[in-house]
T-cell receptor
């Protein structure tokens, strides 16, 4: 089955530690995205990548980093510089210009 | 800057009681309006894309419509399994990107049996 996988589903970290969230897709989509979702707020774009080895900052990129070395993979690192990292993180992919985005199941990150 | 406002924030319906959810938008050159359904603790599930005013799309009990300023998601004779948060998003010409979506905060729909 084609789709987007995110792992792990739940992640717990201590303050001051970097953590990397995994996102893999086998849809052969060119573009991939990372969003953050907080209660009572819409999805906010962190980073996106239209092609391999290229990515752009979204609206809330501070404290996050990404890489896009393979078409199928777009990992997100939440660094210790992110002041409020506890949130639900969603990865998405898109076939090309103008198409809809498809989402993974999400990773809930809790930092204490 | 693109803006998307969804109303109401929450809606409670009895099973079989039809209603509509609203998505108002302000964009510079609409390149698509998207509706998603999100269940608690899960990723959004794609429902519809609308591209131009007057366009309509249907799927089971859901029907999405589009005008130049807003979109409606009509739910006919809803069932408890339709309970979810419904998200609206737009893509526009602004910022030079054909890829970015701007999301509203969603409408939480609860359908009681």
């Amino acid at each position: 089955d084609g789709g987007i996988t995110q792992s792990p589903k739940y992640l717990f970290r201590k303050e001051g530690q970097n953590v990397t969230l995994s996102c893999e897709q086998n849809l052969n989509h060119d573009a991939m995205y990372w969003y953050r979702q907080d209660p009572g707020q819409g999805l906010r774009l962190i980073y996106y990548s239209q092609i391999v080895n290229d990515f752009q900052k979204g609206d809330i990129a501070e404290g996050y980093s990404v890489s896009r070395e393979k078409k199928e993979s777009f990992p997100l690192t939440v660094t210790s510089a992110q002041k409020n990292p506890t949130a639900f993180y969603l990865c998405a992919s898109q076939r090309g210009t103008g198409y809809e985005q498809y989402f993974g199941p999400g990773t809930r990150l809790t930092v204490t | 800057e693109d803006q998307v406002t969804q109303s109401p924030e929450a809606l409670r319906l009895q099973e079989g009681e039809s209603s509509s959810l609203n998505c108002s938008y302000t964009v510079s050159g609409l390149r698509g309006l998207f509706w998603y359904r999100q269940d608690p603790g899960k990723g959004p599930e794609f429902l519809f894309t609308l591209y131009s005013a007057g366009e309509e799309k249907e799927k089971e009990r859901l029907k999405a419509t589009l005008t130049k300023k807003e979109s409606f998601l009509h739910i006919t004779a809803p069932k408890p399994e339709d309970s979810a948060t419904y998200l609206c998003a737009v893509r526009s010409n602004s910022g030079g990107s054909n890829y970015k979506l701007t999301f509203g905060k969603g409408t939480l729909l609860t359908v009681n049996p």
